[in-house]
């Protein structure tokens, strides 16, 4: 089973920049997150859909960040304009449904810098 | 707010000592447990969960964790370490609200190095 794809890699931009992350769950699953990792940090939460549908963006700066699913497949993550407390590694995860005890898979993340 | 405390950022222990990742996180009236795990250049992976019956959790390679509500902790274990459990290990909770479960909240990681 392929595991939850993420691209690219690494980006490096300057600041005020405009960046987009890409996304693919593993298929079939229905929920998907977008976590923020800043160094020496734990992953936090970004954004949850649930198929094409926004469950949680509470923690989401939605001045400058944008996330969509539009076909409830896969997922881009925006970040328009960039500053420097942004560089982090933006990390995407699926689970088959939203409930609790659902275990997440994560991808191997994209790390931005920001300059 | 729900909150996950690691208390240790670092451990160093040397191969086949045992060890202890320590967790607590902050009260809630009914909490799923998890520890996942970050090799290096990899993605996080779920290591061990707790979500209710016997309080002593155990995964595939040997790690344990036991759930103690009294003092809302959950602690990770290891008898007898590799070196390749050479990683980053990070607990996280999800604590139920008035609707349901909360989103998972992670602590800030625990770096364990296993020296020869």
């Known amino acids: 089973e392929a595991g939850v794809a993420q691209s690219p890699r690494y980006k490096i931009i300057e600041k005020r920049q405009s960046v987009a992350f890409w996304c693919n769950p593993i298929?079939?699953?229905?929920?998907l997150y977008w976590y923020q990792q800043i160094l020496g940090q734990g992953p936090k939460l970004l954004i949850q859909f649930q198929n094409n549908g926004v469950v949680d963006d509470s923690q989401l700066p939605k001045d400058r960040f944008s996330a969509e699913r539009l076909k409830g497949v896969d997922s881009t993550l925006k970040i328009q304009p960039a500053k420097l407390e942004d560089s982090a590694v933006y990390l995407c995860?699926?689970?088959?449904?939203?409930?609790?005890?659902?275990?997440?898979?994560f991808g191997p993340g994209t790390r931005l810098t920001v300059l | 707010a729900q909150s996950v405390t690691q208390l240790d950022s670092q451990v160093p222990v040397f191969e086949e000592a045992p060890v202890e990742l320590r967790c607590n996180y902050s009260?809630?009236?009914?909490?799923?447990l998890f520890w996942y795990v970050q090799y290096p250049n990899q993605g996080l992976q779920l290591l061990l969960k707790y979500l209710s019956g016997s309080t002593l959790v155990e995964s595939i390679n040997g790690f344990e964790a036991e759930f103690n509500k009294s003092q809302t902790s959950f602690h990770l274990r290891k008898p007898s370490v590799h070196i390749s459990d050479t990683a980053e290990y990070f607990c996280a909770v999800r604590g139920y609200i008035s609707g349901g479960y909360n989103k998972l909240i992670f602590g800030a990681g625990t770096r364990l190095a296993v020296h020869p």
């Open positions: 995860a699926s689970s088959l449904e939203a409930g609790g005890g659902n275990e997440q898979f």
């Open positions: 298929s079939g699953h229905a929920t």
């Open positions: 009260s809630s009236v009914s909490v799923y």
